[in-house]
T-cell receptor, first 118, second 110 residues
């Protein structure tokens, strides 16, 4: 299957600092990537849809000025958590859509980035 | 909201087949059934998807009932590494986001 990588796999930062997370599709091009957040013992929640060359679309309740998304190429999307606070501590997961044939498509997920804000 | 209903948890003996049910009674004609799994502290892993025919790949088999209101994911010979949360997802049409419900926590026991 298609491979999606994330970097870093974990990060610890101080409150008030910014953290950038990278998501890369390694063996396919992705015009659309997605960013999810997962709190302990909960399911994945979609934060935003990242489209190559255009602005991201954010889900209701997600602050676009706090979670900056850039999708500058067909294989790279970045999520920057600005002025991070302890409540932003979570598991952040990206996915990339592989446009398939036969009337449907499939998303492949990265391994996730665990963010801890002190 | 997720359009599927799955048992909260299941156990399976190592080496035996694991049969994970999913109810999607409101599925419409152009919706696909997808299965993903998430091993602890990892991103979800794609397993299989189907529309109305049964599907099989190197990981699992997907059995969809004739009325498409339910499906079963079959792991033919479960191993300890198959312990994970399994998500059954129904997608409305091409390009729609995946909506994750709570899934089924499968524990494969030695």
């Amino acid at each position: 299957g298609a491979v999606v990588s994330q970097h870093p796999s974990w990060v610890i930062c101080k409150s008030g600092t910014s953290v950038k997370i990278e998501c890369r599709s390694l063996d396919f091009q992705a015009t659309t990537m997605f960013w999810y957040r997962q709190f302990p013992k909960q399911s994945l929640m979609l934060m935003a849809t990242s489209n190559e060359g255009s602005k991201a679309t954010y889900e209701q309740g997600v602050e676009k000025d706090k979670f900056l998304i850039n999708h500058a190429s067909l294989t790279l999307s970045t999520l920057t958590v600005t002025s991070a606070h302890p409540e932003d501590s979570s598991f952040y997961i990206c996915s990339a859509r592989d446009d398939g044939t036969g009337g449907t498509d499939t998303q492949y997920f990265g391994p996730g980035t665990r963010l801890t804000v002190l | 909201d997720a359009k599927t209903t799955q048992p909260t948890s299941m156990d399976c003996a190592e080496g035996r087949a694991a049969n994970l049910p999913c109810n999607h009674s409101t599925i419409s004609g152009n919706e696909y059934v997808y299965w993903y799994r998430q091993i602890h502290s990892q991103g979800p892993q794609y397993i299989i998807h189907g529309l109305k025919n049964n599907e099989t790949n190197e990981m699992a088999s997907l059995i969809i009932t004739e009325d498409r209101k339910s499906s079963t994911l079959i792991l033919p010979h479960a191993t300890l590494r198959d312990t994970a949360v399994y998500y059954c997802i129904v997608r409305l049409f091409y390009g729609q986001n995946f909506v994750f419900g709570p899934g089924t926590r499968l524990s494969v026991l030695p």
